[in-house]
């Protein structure tokens, strides 16, 4: 008898089991843990309390839905591994954090880590953070009090985030860490171009990362790389207001891991202060980026559209007598095309001490658009770029490749 129950038990389950694989998992309103949506209540422990409940869930892939509305809530993390695939559906879901500091302990609004598979789909995240970005203590050059990101995203693989906002977080919009093949696809980030720190996506120590379709709209970097960035392709991206896309700064610490195949394509720069820029400390420990290719990029008034500088030395915090000790090679620049509103359209400030290699430039036409006129310039020193059709302005000279020049700023 107890033979046929356990028998029958089994098959139940396995009847049951299979249903619910069928309809694709269970689904976990926030509501029903007690989300209020009224702007006011912390809605936070509802939405973990929802995720936690889809992770570690039988029968996935299962979902968390945060249904349209606009819920306040302070910092929360979602942490995994999960039984399985999880999404979270936020499409017309509004979260906003709190505007004061003090409300957070720590350095990130909302973070989840240590999970595969995760599919984010929809939903807007907003940091408030128009009163910080003031606060001197916070955004000087030490840094010495933690100011949130609004999306932090570590050890978070195989993943997808989509069709989402994040708008005015009170530092980097969102980071990656770790976060080895994922893809984000149709994602605005907005942040007035006055706000400090606000880089849209920061990259760090990553393999395998797709960005296309997003619009990005900040006070500093619309995308910057980290050391360990790896295979990362860009596509059909718009940047600005803000400091453009930047490879590094590089070289600053011991042991860093190198930059490997970055690709930037389709994308269209506007009125940002950089465009596509590597940058490496002097006098710095040694490192190597490489595979970096710009192809079919549009500038509308950027400051300085092709920047490789290898001196970069923000607030003098660094000797500039040591060259970089950060290898560049394998870079090229293809069909970039636009406007730039300082003369010095590209300037490739390599290392004396570690020359860049391999560098190509081909069919780069950029007009110089702005006070006294006149064209724009290509300067060049310890590179010597291949160069390939027709290019505006003419790329440097070899004999200037080979002097080093030293810049001033
Ligand atoms: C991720 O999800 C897809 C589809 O749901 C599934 O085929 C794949 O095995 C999952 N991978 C992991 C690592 O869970
Ligand atoms: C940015 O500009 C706006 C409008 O001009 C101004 O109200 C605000 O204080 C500025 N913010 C910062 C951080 O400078
Ligand atoms: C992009 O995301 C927005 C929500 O931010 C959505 O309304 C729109 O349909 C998405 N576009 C595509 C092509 O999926
Ligand atoms: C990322 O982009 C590359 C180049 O377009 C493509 O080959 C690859 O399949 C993409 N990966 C994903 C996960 O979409
Ligand atoms: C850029 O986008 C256009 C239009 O979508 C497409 O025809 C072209 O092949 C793309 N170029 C690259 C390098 O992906
Ligand atoms: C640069 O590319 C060449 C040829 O494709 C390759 O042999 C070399 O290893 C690359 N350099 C680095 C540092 O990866
Ligand atoms: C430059 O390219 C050549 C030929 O592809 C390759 O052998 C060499 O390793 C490259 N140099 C670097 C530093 O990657
Ligand atoms: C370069 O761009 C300008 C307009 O920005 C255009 O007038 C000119 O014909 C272009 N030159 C080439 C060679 O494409």
Redesign the pocket.
């Known amino acids: 008898m107890d033979k046929i129950n356990s028998i029958r038990k089994a098959v139940c389950c396995l009847l049951l089991t299979s249903l619910i694989a069928r309809n694709h998992g269970a689904t976990f309103n926030i509501q029903t843990k007690g989300a209020k949506g009224d702007g006011v209540t912390d809605d936070g422990p509802a939405i973990v309390a929802a995720w936690k409940e889809a992770c570690a869930a039988a029968s996935p892939p299962n979902s968390v839905l945060i249904p349209p509305g606009t819920y306040f809530t302070l910092a929360f993390t979602l942490s995994g591994p999960c039984q399985g695939p999880v999404e979270i559906k936020a499409a017309g879901a509004i979260l906003k954090a709190p505007p004061e500091l003090e409300k957070f302990k720590d350095d990130s609004w909302i973070t989840i880590e240590k999970v595969r598979n995760l599919t984010l789909n929809g939903g807007t995240f907003d940091g408030q953070g128009h009163g910080t970005w003031t606060t001197k203590k916070c955004h000087d050059s030490e840094m010495k009090c933690a100011i949130p990101v609004n999306l932090r995203l570590s050890h978070v693989r195989d993943s997808l985030f989509k069709d989402f906002t994040s708008a005015n977080s009170k530092n980097f919009h969102i980071t990656l860490w770790k976060c080895d093949h994922s893809k984000f696809n149709n994602i605005t980030i907005s942040a007035p171009a006055n706000s400090t720190n606000t880089d849209g996506i920061h990259i760090a120590k990553l393999d395998g990362l797709n960005i296309t379709n997003t619009i990005i709209k900040t006070g500093d970097d619309c995308i910057s790389f980290g050391d360990g960035s790896k295979n990362v392709y860009i596509e059909k991206v718009t940047c600005g207001p803000g400091h453009g896309i930047s490879i590094g700064s590089l070289g600053k610490f011991p042991n860093e891991e190198?930059v490997?195949g970055v690709y930037i394509r389709n994308c269209t720069i506007s009125g940002t202060t950089n465009g596509l820029r590597i940058k490496t400390w002097p006098g710095s420990q040694p490192g190597?980026a490489?595979?970096m290719h710009f192809h079919e990029i549009i500038m509308d008034k950027v400051a300085n559209p092709i920047l490789i500088d290898q001196e970069y030395c923000p607030h003098n915090a660094c000797k500039k007598g040591p060259p970089s000790k950060v290898?560049l090679?394998?870079v090229s620049f293809r069909k970039i095309t636009g406007t730039s509103t300082t003369k010095e359209a590209l300037k490739f400030v390599c290392s004396a001490g570690a020359p860049c290699e391999?560098v190509t430039v081909a069919d780069i036409n950029l007009t110089f658009k702005g006070p006294g006129g006149g064209g724009a310039t290509f300067h060049c020193s310890n590179v010597n770029p291949k160069v390939i059709g027709q290019n505006f302005p003419p790329a440097c000279p070899a004999a200037a490749a080979t002097a080093p020049q030293p810049t001033t700023y």
Do not use: E, G, L, R
């Open positions: 190198p490997q190597i490489s595979d290898k090679s394998n391999n």
